[in-house]
Nanobody, 115 residues
Framework: QVQLVESGGGLVQAGGSLRLSCAGS????????MAWYRQTPGKQRELVAAITSAVNTNYADSVKGRFTISRDGAKNTVYLQMNSLKSEDTAVYFC?????????WGQGTQVTVSS
């Protein structure tokens, strides 16, 4: 059974930092690309950052230079380091993995940036 469990969200002031973690289980983590998405009420879920099994990364333009995605194969965990946070980064952040024709999601973690 595939599980993705996020942690690390919270309330932070603008300009601050947070690190999100996503622990994966039930699949061969090292073979899979992983991603972080975010969603605000009334809007579609949007891709924030992604990392392949070869550790190639890509980012949404809105977070380039501020966010860093990384992975630790020994811990089956993907991270999202978020620096210089802005109020517009406020959202629920979801961990994602896609394989076998299915998309798997974590439960989401709330990030709130106060201005």
């Amino acid at each position: 059974q595939v599980q993705l469990v996020e942690s690390g969200g919270g309330l932070v002031q603008a300009g601050g930092s947070l690190r999100l973690s996503c622990a994966g289980s039930g699949f061969i983590f090292s073979l899979r690309s992983m991603a972080w998405y975010r969603q605000t009420p009334g809007k579609q879920r949007e891709l924030v950052a992604a990392i392949t099994s070869a550790v190639n990364t890509n980012y949404a333009d809105s977070v380039k230079g501020r966010f860093t995605i990384s992975r630790d194969g020994a811990k089956n965990t993907v991270y999202l380091q978020m620096n210089s946070l802005k109020s517009e980064d406020t959202a629920v952040y979801f961990c994602n993995a896609e394989f076998g024709g299915r998309a798997y999601w974590g439960q989401g973690t709330q990030v709130t940036v106060s201005s």
